[in-house]
Protein backbone atom coordinates (compact mmCIF):
# COMPACT_ATOMS: atom_id res chain seq x y z
CA UNK A 1 0.00 0.00 0.00
CA UNK A 2 0.73 3.45 -0.93
CA UNK A 3 -0.60 6.32 0.91
CA UNK A 4 -0.85 9.88 -0.80
CA UNK A 5 -1.37 13.38 0.77
CA UNK A 6 -1.46 16.32 -1.13
CA UNK A 7 -0.93 19.80 -0.55
CA UNK A 8 -0.36 23.39 -1.60
CA UNK A 9 -4.25 24.01 -3.06
CA UNK A 10 -5.69 27.60 -2.87
CA UNK A 11 -6.79 30.12 -4.25
CA UNK A 12 -4.62 32.21 -6.94
CA UNK A 13 -5.13 34.88 -9.35
CA UNK A 14 -4.93 34.11 -13.47
CA UNK A 15 -0.79 34.59 -14.55
CA UNK A 16 0.27 33.47 -11.20
CA UNK A 17 1.73 30.06 -9.47
CA UNK A 18 1.27 27.51 -7.49
CA UNK A 19 3.27 24.60 -5.97
CA UNK A 20 1.42 21.28 -5.17
CA UNK A 21 3.11 18.83 -3.20
CA UNK A 22 2.50 15.23 -2.26
CA UNK A 23 4.00 12.98 0.48
CA UNK A 24 4.04 9.49 0.10
CA UNK A 25 4.45 6.89 2.46
CA UNK A 26 4.23 2.99 2.94
CA UNK A 27 6.00 0.88 -0.27
CA UNK A 28 9.71 2.15 -1.61
CA UNK A 29 8.99 6.04 -3.15
CA UNK A 30 11.35 4.98 -5.99
CA UNK A 31 10.37 2.26 -7.42
CA UNK A 32 6.89 3.99 -8.69
CA UNK A 33 6.09 6.36 -11.50
CA UNK A 34 3.83 9.69 -9.98
CA UNK A 35 1.32 11.21 -12.03
CA UNK A 36 -0.82 14.40 -11.45
CA UNK A 37 -4.09 14.49 -12.72
CA UNK A 38 -7.35 16.71 -11.89
CA UNK A 39 -11.11 16.76 -12.15
CA UNK A 40 -12.75 20.18 -12.77
CA UNK A 41 -16.54 20.36 -11.79
CA UNK A 42 -18.46 18.95 -14.14
CA UNK A 43 -15.86 17.54 -16.09
CA UNK A 44 -14.18 14.51 -16.81
CA UNK A 45 -10.86 13.58 -15.17
CA UNK A 46 -7.92 14.45 -17.07
CA UNK A 47 -4.65 13.50 -17.26
CA UNK A 48 -2.06 16.55 -16.17
CA UNK A 49 1.31 14.84 -16.26
CA UNK A 50 3.77 12.30 -14.72
CA UNK A 51 7.14 11.52 -13.63
CA UNK A 52 9.19 8.30 -13.79
CA UNK A 53 10.48 6.74 -10.82
CA UNK A 54 13.91 7.56 -11.34
CA UNK A 55 13.13 11.44 -12.35
CA UNK A 56 14.46 10.78 -16.34
CA UNK A 57 11.70 11.40 -17.89
CA UNK A 58 8.42 13.34 -17.77
CA UNK A 59 5.49 13.49 -19.30
CA UNK A 60 2.80 16.74 -19.68
CA UNK A 61 -0.70 17.02 -21.12
CA UNK A 62 -0.67 19.46 -24.13
CA UNK A 63 -2.65 22.08 -22.04
CA UNK A 64 -0.01 22.01 -19.68
CA UNK A 65 2.79 22.29 -21.35
CA UNK A 66 5.50 25.14 -21.08
CA UNK A 67 3.49 26.01 -17.86
CA UNK A 68 3.68 23.28 -15.47
CA UNK A 69 6.73 20.77 -13.97
CA UNK A 70 6.87 17.92 -12.42
CA UNK A 71 9.80 17.18 -9.47
CA UNK A 72 10.48 15.11 -6.70
CA UNK A 73 12.35 14.05 -4.26
CA UNK A 74 13.31 10.28 -3.44
CA UNK A 75 15.07 11.30 -0.27
CA UNK A 76 11.79 13.27 0.75
CA UNK A 77 9.11 10.76 -1.04
CA UNK A 78 7.76 13.51 -2.23
CA UNK A 79 6.73 14.84 -5.74
CA UNK A 80 5.96 17.94 -6.52
CA UNK A 81 4.03 19.44 -9.12
CA UNK A 82 4.83 23.54 -10.11
CA UNK A 83 2.20 26.04 -11.92
CA UNK A 84 2.97 28.92 -13.63
CA UNK A 85 0.82 31.05 -15.90
CA UNK A 86 -2.14 29.93 -14.23
CA UNK A 87 -5.14 30.22 -15.98
CA UNK A 88 -8.77 30.18 -14.80
CA UNK A 89 -9.39 26.87 -16.79
CA UNK A 90 -6.73 24.79 -14.93
CA UNK A 91 -9.42 25.41 -11.75
CA UNK A 92 -10.00 21.76 -10.51
CA UNK A 93 -9.15 18.93 -8.03
CA UNK A 94 -5.57 17.99 -8.44
CA UNK A 95 -4.74 14.01 -7.58
CA UNK A 96 -1.44 12.88 -6.91
CA UNK A 97 -1.45 9.11 -8.22
CA UNK A 98 1.15 6.62 -7.96
CA UNK A 99 2.47 3.48 -10.40
CA UNK A 100 4.21 0.56 -10.08
CA UNK A 101 5.51 -0.56 -13.46
CA UNK A 102 8.27 -1.80 -14.62
CA UNK A 103 8.14 0.33 -18.17
CA UNK A 104 7.25 3.86 -18.36
CA UNK A 105 3.59 3.86 -18.74
CA UNK A 106 2.58 7.77 -18.42
CA UNK A 107 -1.00 7.45 -19.16
CA UNK A 108 -1.31 3.67 -17.95
CA UNK A 109 -3.33 3.13 -14.96
CA UNK A 110 -2.51 3.92 -11.81
CA UNK A 111 -2.60 2.20 -8.48
CA UNK A 112 -2.46 4.52 -5.83
CA UNK A 113 -4.52 7.74 -5.46
CA UNK A 114 -4.96 10.82 -2.68
CA UNK A 115 -7.63 12.51 -1.74
CA UNK A 116 -7.19 15.57 -3.87
CA UNK A 117 -6.36 19.23 -3.26
CA UNK A 118 -8.49 21.99 -4.76
CA UNK A 119 -6.57 24.62 -7.10
CA UNK A 120 -8.72 27.82 -7.90
CA UNK A 121 -7.67 30.05 -10.32
CA UNK A 122 -9.54 33.54 -10.35
CA UNK A 123 -9.83 36.23 -13.92
Known amino acids: QVQLVESGGGLVQAGGSLRLSCAASGRPFSRYNMGWFRQGSGKEREFVGAIMWSGGDTDYADSVKGRFTISRDNAKNTVYLQMNSLKPEDTAVYYC????????????????WGQGTQVTVSS
Open 97 to 112: TAQYRSTWSPRGEYDY
